[in-house]
């Protein structure tokens, strides 16, 4: 499918709970995750996919615990929703940062964890 296709597909599709695409090319090598305001940014006609999933928050929250589950939990502070997560900081110290949940902390985090490594 085309870049157009899939710009086509996304116009018609219903894409009200879901902020993320999960894309992958010809050569099912790798899935890249990337916010779909994003990718649609940088999207052209040309490009060539294999196929695409639309995530929600829920399906990129699981997959931010499947790569990160014993270092990444939420918990409720004061009604919201609050993201936790343990990693090395750039000094080699572990660190625990608090976020908001978000589509852009999740987003943040899962590059963060995976660092573009994401085979299908």
């Not at 499918?1 to 894409?15: C, F, I």
């Amino acid at each position: 499918m085309t870049g157009y296709e899939l710009k086509q597909n996304l116009m018609s599709s219903d894409v009200d709970d879901r902020y993320f695409i999960k894309w992958w090319r010809k050569e099912n090598d790798f899935a890249d995750y990337e916010l779909i305001d994003q990718f649609l940014q940088h999207l052209t006609p040309e490009n060539e996919f294999e196929n695409y999933e639309l995530l929600s928050m829920d399906d990129m929250w699981k997959e931010l615990k499947r790569h990160a589950s014993a270092r990444i939990w939420m918990e409720k502070r004061k009604g919201e929703s609050m993201v936790h997560w343990q990693h090395l900081g750039g000094d080699g110290s572990m660190r625990e940062d608090h976020y908001r949940y978000s589509a852009r902390v999740l987003m943040a985090l899962f590059d963060n964890e995976t660092h573009g490594d994401t085979l299908c």
